[in-house]
C-alpha cells in the first residue's frame, strides 16, 4: 500500500509538470494541448512498449522444447501469483541482466539475457524470475512506461517553451521577467520529471524484490543472484539503450557511467536490496 501510494504521487507529479509546461505555452489551451500531448505519448507506450523493449533487446522468443527448465519455472512462479505464463524470451546479450515487459498480466513477456544464463545457478534464476513476474503480477511495466512516456512529452514542452520564451514577440521589462521565468522552469522541469521517474522505479524495484521472496518464501536466491548480478553489469559493458534501463533488474549502465549518489540512478543500491532481502523485510 505504501509503495502503491509512493506511486501515484510520483505519477501525479509528473503529469502536473507536463500540464504546468503546457500552460507556459498558452494559459488554459497551453495546458489542454499538455495535457493531450500526454495522453498520445501514454498511448503509444501503453501499445507498443513490449515490442520495443523485445526488439531493443534483439530478443528471440524460446519455446518449452527449447528450453523446458526455463519454462517451467515460469510457469509455476505464474501459477503461484495467480497470472497468465508470460511469453519468455533470451536475448544474445553477454551482460548478465533480465526484464519483464507488457502492458498487463496477459500481454507480458520475461527475458532473460544469454549472459544471466552463464553465471546463476537455477535457483538463483528462480529468484530473478519470482521478482520479474512480481513485477508482471504489479502492473509496474506499464506503470513505468506511462512515467517515461509523459516525462518524454515533458522533454518535448519544455523545448517548445524555450523556443517561444526566446522568440517570441513583445518587448519591455515585463516580457523579459517571463522569459526568464519560462526558460527556468523549462530546464528545470525536464530535470524534476527525471528525478521523479528515477524515483518510481527505485520504488518499484524494491516491492518486486519483496513480493518476488514472497512467492519462493525465501529472499536468499535473489539476494544470491544480485551479488553476482552487481558484479556482472560493472564488468560486462551494456547492449541497451538508456532509455530501457530501468526496465531491468540491475542498472545495465552501472559499468559506464558515474553515479552521482541515489538520488539519479533509475536502481535502488544493490547492497541495500541485498540487506533488505537477507533481514527478513520481505515479510512485513
Not at 22 to 29: A, D, H, N, V
Amino acid at each position: 500500500m505504501k509503495n502503491n501510494l509512493k506511486t501515484a504521487v510520483l505519477l501525479a507529479g509528473i503529469g502536473g509538470l507536463l500540464v504546468v509546461l503546457g500552460g507556459l505555452l498558452g494559459s488554459t489551451t497551453g495546458a489542454i494541448i499538455g495535457f493531450t500531448l500526454g495522453m498520445a505519448f501514454v498511448g503509444g507506450s501503453y501499445w507498443f512498449s513490449d515490442k520495443l523493449a523485445i526488439r531493443a533487446a534483439r530478443a528471440v522468443e524460446v519455446t518449452p522444447e527449447q528450453m523446458p527448465r526455463y519454462h517451467a519455472i515460469v510457469a509455476d512462479l505464474a501459477q503461484r501469483a495467480d497470472i497468465p505464463m508470460p511469453r519468455l524470451y533470451v536475448s544474445p546479450d553477454p551482460q548478465p541482466n533480465a526484464f519483464a515487459t507488457g502492458r498487463n498480466p496477459a500481454n507480458a513477456a520475461v527475458c532473460v539475457n544469454k549472459g544471466i544464463l552463464d553465471v546463476l545457478t537455477w535457483e538463483e534464476l528462480q529468484g530473478v524470475l519470482a521478482h520479474e513476474v512480481s513485477h508482471v503480477r504489479n502492473r509496474d511495466i506499464l506503470i513505468s512506461s506511462v512515467a517515461a512516456a509523459v516525462a518524454m512529452g515533458i522533454t518535448l514542452l519544455a523545448s517548445i517553451a524555450r523556443f517561444g520564451a526566446i522568440f517570441g514577440g513583445g518587448g519591455g521589462r515585463d516580457r523579459d521577467d517571463n522569459v526568464i521565468g519560462v526558460l527556468a522552469l523549462s530546464i528545470l522541469a525536464p530535470m524534476a520529471a527525471g528525478v521523479l521517474q528515477m524515483a518510481l522505479s527505485r520504488s518499484r524495484e524494491y516491492e518486486a524484490d519483496h513480493r518476488g521472496a514472497r512467492l519462493l518464501g525465501t529472499g536468499e536466491p535473489l539476494a544470491s543472484a544480485l551479488e553476482k548480478l552487481d558484479r556482472g553489469t560493472r564488468a560486462v559493458p551494456a547492449m541497451v539503450p538508456p532509455a530501457q534501463a530501468g526496465a531491468y533488474i540491475a542498472n545495465p549502465l552501472a559499468g559506464g557511467r558515474v553515479q552521482f549518489g541515489n538520488l539519479f540512478t533509475t536502481h535502488p543500491p544493490m547492497d541495500d536490496r541485498i540487506r533488505r532481502l537477507r533481514s527478513g523485510e520481505w515479510r512485513s
